[in-house]
């Protein structure tokens, strides 16, 4: 199967998570399926669900696994090598990491489920990735820091955090998604994970991390989304919280 297919999520039993989807009604499509062609489609939907308001698209048969989403309509590229993370702002040390720098410290592996807003969620999803908790450490937030200002190398997308958000322990500088390195789709080679939140919180293709005297909104926080994006209690929703 593909790299984030069904079998990436089951932790190596994909007979029986596809006898649980298909007694949970999620469709024979979504069990037909090789994960190459599901990720065709997602990919070949990736624009139309990015620029969709109606969230007509969720309906299509693609339940319990990732969308891949992208509001600039194409995937941005950035090699491994020349990878940067840059922490900048009311910091006392300005911090620029390269990959081997965020595999140098304490990493976290998380199983946590991922849910968008618009209503999929993937169950049971490995992360691993270093506490953005200890990236701030590294920088030494200084005492006019109230919040984080995140910025994807797409160009456009933004979001935030307050600084007690963003210091919980699952909170994650992700560099690995189901066991593997975050592929370019989701957001590699560092995307963020923020699991007690809504999806939109997950910045991808993470470049910058900037400390604010304040909460400055983010790209779907601008069009109306909560910026308090609990899991279950924002956005009018009333999913099962994750964390
Ligand atoms: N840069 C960027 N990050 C993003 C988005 C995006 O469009 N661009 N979409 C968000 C939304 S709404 C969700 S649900 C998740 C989807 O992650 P995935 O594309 O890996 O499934 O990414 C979030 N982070
Ligand atoms: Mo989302």
């Given at each position: 199967?593909?790299d984030?297919?069904?079998?990436?999520?089951?932790?190596?039993?994909?007979?029986?998570?596809?006898v649980?989807?298909?007694?949970?009604?999620?469709?024979?499509?979504?069990?037909?399926?090789?994960?190459?062609?599901?990720?065709?489609f997602?990919?070949?939907?990736?624009?139309?669900?990015?620029?969709?308001?109606t969230?007509?698209?969720?309906?299509?048969?693609?339940?319990?696994?990732?969308r891949?989403?992208?509001v600039?309509?194409?995937?941005?590229?950035?090699?491994?090598?020349?990878?940067?993370?840059?922490v900048?702002?009311?910091?006392?040390?300005?911090?620029?990491?390269?990959?081997?720098?965020?595999?140098?410290?304490a990493?976290?592996?998380l199983?946590?489920?991922?849910?968008?807003?618009?209503?999929?969620?993937?169950?049971?999803?490995?992360?691993?990735?270093?506490?953005?908790?200890d990236?701030?450490?590294?920088?030494?937030?200084?005492?006019?820091?109230?919040?984080?200002?995140?910025?994807?190398f797409?160009?456009?997308?933004?979001?935030?955090?307050?600084?007690?958000?963003?210091?919980?322990p699952?909170?994650?500088?992700?560099?690995?998604?189901?066991?593997?390195?975050?592929t370019v789709?989701?957001?590699?080679p560092?995307r963020l994970?923020?699991?007690?939140m809504?999806?939109?919180?997950?910045?991808?293709?993470?470049?910058?991390?900037?400390?604010?005297p304040?909460?400055?909104?983010?790209?779907?926080?601008?069009?109306?989304?909560?910026?308090?994006?609990?899991?279950?209690s924002?956005?009018?929703?009333?999913?099962?919280?994750?964390?």
């Amino acid at each position: 199967m593909g790299d984030d297919g069904m079998e990436d999520t089951t932790g190596g039993m994909p007979v029986g998570r596809r006898v649980v989807l298909g007694m949970l009604g999620l469709g024979a499509a979504g069990i037909v399926w090789g994960s190459k062609l599901a990720d065709a489609f997602s990919r070949i939907l990736a624009p139309v669900e990015a620029i969709d308001g109606t969230g007509l698209t969720s309906l299509l048969p693609a339940a319990g696994r990732f969308r891949i989403y992208s509001v600039v309509g194409f995937l941005p590229k950035r090699s491994a090598a020349e990878y940067r993370l840059r922490v900048t702002g009311l910091v006392d040390r300005p911090l620029e990491l390269t990959l081997a720098d965020l595999k140098a410290m304490a990493p976290t592996r998380l199983v946590r489920d991922f849910q968008c807003v618009t209503g999929w969620r993937v169950q049971d999803v490995p992360w691993k990735g270093v506490r953005l908790s200890d990236v701030l450490d590294a920088a030494g937030v200084q005492a006019g820091g109230r919040a984080l200002s995140f910025k994807s190398f797409d160009g456009v997308y933004t979001e935030s955090l307050t600084l007690g958000q963003a210091r919980r322990p699952d909170v994650l500088v992700a560099y690995e998604l189901q066991d593997k390195p975050v592929t370019v789709a989701h957001g590699g080679p560092v995307r963020l994970y923020v699991a007690p939140m809504y999806g939109y919180k997950s910045c991808k293709w993470l470049e910058e991390i900037e400390v604010t005297p304040a909460v400055v909104e983010g790209y779907w926080e601008e069009r109306g989304y909560d910026t308090d994006a609990w899991i279950g209690s924002s956005n009018g929703r009333s999913d099962d919280p994750v964390g």
